[in-house]
């Protein structure tokens, strides 16, 4: 009787401990950057403070950043948790830096009807035929690096290292069922249940999975995670561009506003802290400063509005051409450009040229008023003394040739309180 009781309440222990069991889950979709790198980072140090049997990380991505990717990577190999990259759900792909970072997992998994491949690092944009060799060679390098980087980490995680060098210097691409033939990942799952269903049992390292069962806790990013993902966007970066351009041309048309001058400096600033990891392309900065050069210009120019079209055309291909030499998902949409040069144009059209004209402008009041006027002299005039009666006001005069009281006088200057007139 009493080894039944030791066996019921052994069994009762175990259905407990078996429900107590969980795993980690994240999910990110999206662009890789440094706010992914960080939420992994993170969420890797909470699923090993919780005892987690291991952390899912549910990818989607077209690519991202290499140096977070080479972050995420390392973040993957010092992990004191067992990960597992499950690229789902189905339609979902682990295109660029998806591919490192699914090959870098201690469990590579994929959804059916889901993609992996096409890893070839982006190449930089074009420029002119003196910068096109220096250019050749910066894309070799490149390459070389990509392909030796994944090659390295294929091996350690003992997947296909051909193929996977492949995915870099050809740009393959291959879907989750080929992918476990080729043995590129180690298993096929449907859906999250049905993964740590195939997960249960399996040996990573010296520890064994139990996660039969077992209940996925989902870790949120945090606040800071979420703006600062939200924040690192090349829609954020041409705002911030357009606003250096809006304030500081403001300040110059409108001196003395101070406030868009300000912003307009430290949005300049934020932006070339950010284009340090978000490269942006010289050629469509280039294009860029001589629209808004060609907006100024015909200001002054009778051009009857040409420079201005010019201008518009020149920043449509430079905002156009900006991070074409981003990589995957880190390029600016139409839906972005096309009203940032409607804005822009209107910008110069409607404000600028009107506040920098106005600074051109004769003096609409004050004693400058005066300069230029035909009046009689009040009595003789000369070097030394003489007077002038204009605008219901008695003023000193002075004139280099002697003039007489009741004569035509021409105002030609102001000298203190003193009007400096010749002979007219």
Known sequence: MRWRHFIAVAGLLTGIAAQAAQVGLIQI???????????????????????????????????????????????????????????????????SAGVFITLAADVAVMAPNTSIGAAHPVELGGGS?????????????????????????????KRNVDWA?????????????????????????????????????????DKTLHTAGATAVAIPMILSEHLFQAFW????????????????????????????????????????????????????????????????IDIFAPTHGVLTGGGIIAFFLGALMLFNGAPAGYHLPLTWIIPATVVTSAFFVFFVSKGIRAQFLPKQA????????????????????????????????????????GQNVEIVGIEGLTLKVKPK
Not at 371 to 389: E, L
């Open 29 to 95: 979709n999206g662009a890789i950057g440094p706010a992914t790198a960080n939420y992994i980072s993170r969420a890797i140090n909470t699923a090993a403070s919780q005892n987690d049997e291991c952390l899912i990380i549910q990818l989607d991505t077209p690519g991202g950043l290499l140096q977070s990717t080479k972050e995420i990577v390392e973040t993957l190999y010092s992990s004191k948790v067992p990960t597992i990259v499950y690229v789902s759900p189905s339609g979902a792909s682990a295109g």
């Open 129 to 157: 035929s003196g910068m096109e060799s220096t250019n050749d060679i910066m894309r070799q390098k490149m390459e070389n690096y990509a392909s030796a980087f994944v090659e390295t980490i294929a091996d350690k995680r």
């Open 165 to 205: 060098k492949s995915a870099v210097i050809e740009s393959k691409a291959t879907t989750a069922e080929k992918a476990l033939q080729l043995k590129v990942i180690d298993l096929i799952a449907t859906n999250v249940p049905d993964l740590l269903k195939q997960l249960d049992g399996k040996k990573i390292g």
């Open 233 to 296: 966007q090349p829609e954020v970066m041409m705002l911030l561009m357009l606003v250096a351009i809006y304030g500081i041309i403001a300040e110059m048309s409108h001196p003395g506003a101070i406030f868009p001058g300000v912003a307009g400096v430290m949005a300049l600033i934020l932006l070339l802290y950010m284009s340090a990891t978000i490269p942006i392309n010289v050629a469509g900065i280039a294009l860029i400063l001589l629209a808004v050069a060609l907006f100024i």
């Open 366 to 405: 004050g004693a400058e008023t005066m300069i230029g006027k035909i009046v009689d002299a009040k009595s003789r005039i000369d070097a030394a003394a003489g007077t002038v009666f204009i605008e219901g006001e008695i003023w000193n005069a002075r004139s280099d040739s002697p003039v007489e009281a």
